[in-house]
């Protein structure tokens, strides 16, 4: 049974560039959220989809977006990356809204030069 | 909003040493409390979770309980290894279960042989 998985695993992108990032959640979940970590900090909530729509989404700009397919699989989009933005990126999926039980992915670590 | 406080760390021991990580939270309601473990180079793995004031949860030797009156969910273990050297984050979630996870900064735990 495979876990979160996320790809890639590590880049490195130039300011003003975009940047996809991409998760499949754990065999039959159904929602995926993601999360910012910084280097020597704790995760930042990004946002979360179910069924295909954006649910919650925590404190961050417009650059950020995401989407979700009908496979429950998602995508993290950055646009005109900062120096800022350098950081591990990770992906959570759990089942239906409402579950305790959360997965993370081992992430994609993003250089922003 | 809610919010989770973590000791600072690093925090180094000796193998066979007892383990106190505290953790205190400010939430409204009832939030689920986590304690999540990040080893090197790798994601966040669920250690233990404890969904209602008094609850235990305990994992692999490690133990924490969830006290409303004090807002506290302090970790132990009565005799870490050298294998458990890692990141540890104390995490909330929202009451209602929204999955939306608020963590601490972290701390690193180094055990020595």
């Known amino acids: 049974d495979a876990g979160v998985t996320q790809s890639p695993t590590h880049l490195i992108k130039t300011r003003g560039q975009q940047v996809t990032l991409r998760c499949s959640p754990k065999s039959g979940h159904d929602t995926v959220s993601w999360y910012q970590q910084a280097l020597g900090q704790g995760p930042q909530f990004i946002f979360q989809y179910y069924e295909e729509e954006e649910r919650q989404r925590g404190n961050f700009p417009d650059r950020f977006s995401g989407h979700q397919f009908p496979n429950y699989s998602s995508e993290l989009n950055v646009n005109a990356l900062l120096l800022g933005d350098s950081a591990l990126y990770l992906c959570?999926?759990?089942?239906?809204?409402?579950?305790?039980?959360?997965?993370f992915g081992e992430g994609s670590w993003l250089t922003v030069v | 909003g809610n919010s989770v406080t973590q000791m600072e760390g690093p925090v180094t021991l000796s193998e066979e040493a007892f383990l106190t990580i505290n953790c205190t939270y400010t939430?409204?309601?009832?939030?689920?409390l986590f304690w999540y473990v990040q080893y090197p180079g790798e994601g966040l793995q669920l250690l233990l979770k404890?969904?209602?004031?008094?609850d235990k949860g305990s994992n692999k030797g490690f133990e924490a309980t969830y006290r409303k009156e004090t807002t506290s969910f302090h970790l132990e273990k009565g005799s870490v290894q050298v294998s458990d050297s890692a990141v540890y984050f104390c995490?909330?979630?929202?009451?209602?279960?929204?999955?939306?996870?608020?963590f601490g900064k972290g701390t690193k735990l180094t055990v020595n042989p």
């Open positions: 995490a909330l979630s929202d009451q209602g279960g929204s999955e939306k996870l608020v």
């Open positions: 959570a999926s759990s089942l239906g809204q409402g579950a305790h039980t959360i997965y």
């Open positions: 939430a409204t309601g009832y939030p689920s």
């Open positions: 404890a969904t209602k004031a008094d």
